[in-house]
């Protein structure tokens, strides 16, 4: 199976700021995504992360609240802009792989706080 | 539309005894499905996966599940849980578009 690293693993933040989020992969993906897993919830998709080109946004979800790039096929970063409390969640990020087709390897999330 | 349902919010079970999550879902289209686990602070983890073939697939850690069409189920069964098999498990199915719809998941809590 492939590997997923995602940086910061946890964060507490101030309402009003902005924090990005990275997630790593050990090989070359098809296809990014994020998730958001808000307390005691399920996982929603918010986005395909494209590579060289906008992220594709899920209903519901915006460019301006949850700015994507993915520079390489190897890298994409989420960012959550002017937090609030109710952006608290699990961001979690994922992958598809050539040699596993049709298989998405996820990441361990980071987990937000917003105060 | 595609959906998942997942009715059980939480199972308790005895350690050693049998398992069977129930997983339902509605999409047009030949399914992809699948059984993700995720633990205490940990992100998922795939289990098994029916793609097509057997309706009977196996997965890691000793579970199994079932696509039965004709109910459009996806149950994931274990013949003997152990401590370590409590966590939170997702059933899920997979468009046309790789995307992945996610039931609300089923927490399991083993009792020794």
């Given at each position: 199976?492939?590997?997923?690293?995602q940086?910061?693993?946890?964060?507490?933040?101030?309402?009003?700021?902005?924090?990005?989020?990275?997630?790593?992969?050990?090989?070359?993906?098809?296809?990014m995504?994020?998730?958001?897993?808000?307390?005691?919830?399920?996982?929603?998709?918010?986005?395909?992360?494209?590579?060289?080109?906008?992220?594709?946004?899920?209903s519901?979800?915006?460019?301006?609240?949850?700015?994507?790039?993915?520079?390489?096929?190897?890298?994409?970063?989420?960012?959550?802009?002017?937090?609030?409390?109710?952006?608290?969640?699990?961001?979690?990020?994922s992958?598809?792989?050539?040699?596993?087709?049709?298989?998405?390897?996820?990441?361990?999330?980071?987990?937000?706080?917003?105060? | 539309?595609?959906?998942?349902?997942?009715?059980?919010?939480?199972?308790?079970?005895?350690?050693?005894?049998?398992?069977?999550?129930?997983?339902?879902?509605?999409?047009?289209?030949?399914?992809?499905?699948?059984?993700?686990?995720?633990?205490?602070?940990?992100?998922?983890?795939?289990?098994?996966?029916?793609?097509?073939?057997?309706?009977?697939?196996?997965?890691?850690?000793?579970?199994?599940?079932?696509?039965?069409?004709?109910?459009?189920?996806?149950n994931?069964?274990?013949?003997?849980?152990?401590?370590?098999?409590a966590?939170?498990?997702?059933?899920?199915?997979q468009?046309?578009?790789?995307?992945?719809?996610?039931?609300?998941?089923t927490?399991?809590?083993?009792?020794?």
């Open positions: 199976s492939a590997v997923i690293s940086k910061p693993s946890r964060d507490i933040c101030q309402r009003g700021t902005s924090l990005t989020i990275q997630c790593q992969v050990d090989s070359q993906v098809t296809m995504f994020w998730y958001r897993q808000q307390p005691g919830q399920s996982l929603t998709l918010i986005a395909t992360a494209n590579q060289g080109s906008e992220a594709t946004y899920e519901g979800f915006v460019i301006d609240k949850f700015p994507i790039s993915r520079p390489n096929l190897t890298f994409s970063t989420l960012t959550v802009s002017n937090m609030s409390p109710e952006d608290s969640s699990i961001y979690l990020c992958g598809f792989f050539d040699s596993s087709k049709n298989i998405q390897y996820f990441g361990a999330g980071t987990r937000l706080s917003v105060l | 539309a595609q959906s998942v349902t997942q009715p059980d919010i939480h199972i308790t079970v005895s350690e050693g005894a049998s398992l069977e999550l129930r997983c339902n879902y509605s999409y047009g289209a030949t399914p992809y499905l699948f059984w993700y686990v995720q633990s205490p602070g940990q992100g998922l983890q795939l289990l098994l996966k029916y793609f097509s073939g057997d309706t009977l697939v196996q997965g890691i850690k000793g579970f199994e599940a079932e696509f039965k069409r004709s109910q459009s189920s996806f994931l069964r274990k013949p003997s849980v152990h401590w370590s098999d966590a939170e498990y997702f059933c899920a199915v468009t046309g578009a790789n995307n992945l719809f996610f039931g609300t998941g927490r399991l809590t083993v009792i020794p």
